[in-house]
């Protein structure tokens, strides 16, 4: 049998043709966003990557479609309107006097426990809750769901998992969770992050979790928040945080699960954590991936204002002297 091996050139206008129909179907008929459609051509990009193919699925007539997409997404439907709201520790606690205190105690606290989990690691909706048949997500043959024999109770150095039967009954110094494998890591390097106890706050998200933990009855198998006693789904915890945001008065239809990570960041921007810091926590890949999170508060603007109001910080001398000097303009 002959091989025929096809010169670059002819190869990459193939695959440019095929594409152009490729991501018109994603858009058109697949109904995919296209910031999805990008990430999927990504993949498609590193596969050509890892085979040697020498080809490469950007060029100037995929780039001018998918600009075209982007402004089709705007005009249907504006992006400022499908940007999620946050959903903040106050909303958190609101959610328990609200609904939560009024379901059977233990259910109650199963949720309230997702909804602090959520904020505190900042969790996306598949990393941490499955559906209500308990299904975890499953991505290359590894469960990406968080597992109760990932979640660590620290007292001291000793760390107990939240599966351990002889947990002990008081709340630990410090909480951890490891991930195997997240959206942001695609080479499955894994995460483990830590969240310390605060003794002295009545609120400490950490001693909710341990005592859910400490009732759930959870197996090694189990994700955390599928043990025999209780399932909280996806579902669940996007009914409690729509009808929270309701009683609230705020829009539900820009509610959704992924406001819990929203809402992580919002705060972090509002204790103006470092950059690195909040790409740590939330586990991005760059600063770039979460700038379109940032919200700010009334304290934020109000320095903005202060520094824009103030006539000392940048004169005309010191324009004259630092920007238009001689040595500036070459």
């Known amino acids: 049998m002959i091989k025929v091996v096809l010169p670059i050139p002819v190869v990459q206008s193939t695959l440019n043709a095929l594409l152009k129909r490729y991501v018109v179907y994603l858009f058109s008929f697949a109904k995919l966003a296209h910031g999805t459609i990008i990430t999927y051509l990504a993949g498609l990009q590193h596969h050509f990557y890892l085979s040697d193919a020498g080809v490469s699925v950007w060029s100037p007539l995929i780039h001018q479609i998918l600009k075209g997409f982007f402004r089709l997404e705007s005009v249907e439907r504006p992006l400022s309107l499908r940007h999620k709201l946050p959903f903040t520790r106050s909303m ?5 006097q609200l609904i939560l205190n ?48 990932n979640v660590h109770f620290w007292y001291g150095s000793t760390p107990y998992a939240a599966c351990d039967p002889l ?18 890591d695609p080479y499955g390097k894994g995460a483990t992050r830590f969240f310390p106890l605060a003794p002295s706050n009545p609120l400490c998200m950490v001693s909710f979790v341990h005592s859910y933990a400490k009732q759930a009855q959870l ?34 239809d820009r509610i959704s699960i992924h406001s819990l990570r929203v809402g992580g960041l919002v705060v972090l921007f509002a204790a103006e954590v470092p950059d690195s810091l909040k790409q740590l926590a939330g586990r991005w890949a ?6 379109t999170y940032a919200r700010a508060t009334l304290e934020q603007y109000a320095t903005i204002a202060n520094a824009l109001n103030n006539p000392a910080l940048v004169t005309a001398e010191q324009v004259k002297m630092f920007y238009s000097s001689p040595m500036r303009s070459r």
């Open 167 to 184: 947990l002990p009954s008081s709340p630990p110094d410090l909480l951890s969770m490891y991930l195997p494998l997240s959206k942001g």
């Open 219 to 252: 197996r090694a198998n189990d994700c955390f928040f599928a043990g025999p006693r209780c399932v909280v789904s996806s579902a669940t915890i996007a009914i409690v945080l729509k009808a929270t945001a309701l009683a609230l008065g705020i829009p539900a």
């Open 102 to 149: 009024r379901l059977p105690r233990f259910e109650g606290l199963a949720i309230y426990a997702a909804l602090c989990m959520g904020l505190m690691f900042l969790f996306r909706k598949s990393e941490y809750l499955t559906d209500d048949k308990r299904k975890p997500k499953v991505t290359n043959g590894v469960v990406v769901t968080l597992l109760a024999s």
């Open 92 to 96: 958190v606690e609101s959610s328990r």
């Open 286 to 291: 760059s600063p770039h991936s979460f700038i």
